[in-house]
């Protein structure tokens, strides 16, 4: 089957996989979005235990995620991986290290002889809450407003900035997405908490959180998007040469416009989640839905459109795209069979989740193994 089709068709069929589970780790931050509410939505220890409990089921999934993420970047477009963790590796690393310190706050925060403190842990987690998903967000916003790289012959990459990734942070406008992330993953959190939760007390909270990080969610979404439709793409033509084009993620919009479709879908989703979660439980469900679809989108947007996925800012032809990035033929087609069996880890993943979640998470089904 993969191996019928051709070089061109393998790499749109990555980018699909790699904007797919992209959309699938932005739902998975409603974990790093509860972290960062722990002290909004809880007023006592017990409701500040019960909140990092019903999380502590769930982060398992969303670094799993990650990984698979950044492992499938790796195996389909390998130029993309060794050029930005080679060169941006300071803001990679930051990143890895936010991740990190969740890992092992969920270990060690209430275990025996934890020297520094449940308090060091939960900060660790906050971090992880909002700079780990900030950093993520200014890194993808990249992916438009370009990078300082150079690829010599031998496609080794000389980064122009000491600050190794760091210096994105000096532009205002990466900010937007950035933000944007945090706020959409608190409203993930708080939908997810008045859906899981057995506490009035805390659904009531998250109820009126959720209203205050749409309002802010919104701006730097809308933010994000009238940015990237209006500035200047880096062009690819038919010879692979890039060339700056003004409109170009725009114009990509309607020219493609199952990508258009996919982000309006994504939008009226999250709207329909954020009324649901308001007058009923069940809004996550739609709510994480049109963010994957949102995402999805964006990323689809600058991958699939006449445009370079990562670019330079420095030097227009170190530029990388689908084409330019990717792995072989062969590589492409034998991860084509691989990828089949994702949606049966996908189908496997939502069962275990529903059982899970089939009953309320209750101060009751705090125990001496709780996070």
Known sequence: MFFGLDLAQLQVYWWVIVSLLGGL???????????????????TEEEKSLLINVLGRKWELGFTTLVLFG?????????FYSTSFGGAY????????????????YEYRKKQGNLLGAKTYETFLKINGLLGVFLIGVAVSTFFAGSAFVLDDMRFVRWEHSLRGLEQL?????????????????????????????????????KKDLLLNTALFLPFFLGFLVWICLKDGFYVDESGAVSMQAYLYGLTFLHKPYVLVLLLVGVVLVLAG?????????????????????VMAVLLNVGLGESAFYPSSTDLQSSLTIANASSSYYTL???????????????????????????????????????
């Open 71 to 79: 492992g499938a970047c790796f195996a389909a477009f390998p130029l």
């Open 274 to 294: 954020i009324y649901l979660s308001l007058v009923d439980k069940k809004g996550i469900f739609a709510l994480g839905a049109g963010a994957v679809c949102a």
């Open 90 to 105: 300071w803001v990679w690393l930051a990143i890895l290290l936010c991740f990190i310190i969740q890992a092992v706050s």
């Open 170 to 206: 000096g532009n205002p406008l990466n900010y937007l997405l950035g933000f944007a992330l945090v706020f959409l993953s608190r409203m993930l959190a708080d939908s997810y908490f008045i859906n899981a939760l057995d506490s009035s007390a805390i659904v009531q909270r998250a």
């Open 25 to 43: 780790l932005v739902l998975m931050f409603f974990v790093q979005g509860g972290q960062g509410l722990m002290d909004r939505l809880a007023k």
């Open 333 to 371: 087609s034998v991860m084509g069979y691989v990828s089949l069996l994702v949606p049966f880890v996908l189908g496997y993943i939502a069962y275990v989740w529903r059982r899970m979640d089939s009953r309320k998470f209750s101060p009751s089904d705090l125990d001496e193994h709780s996070y």
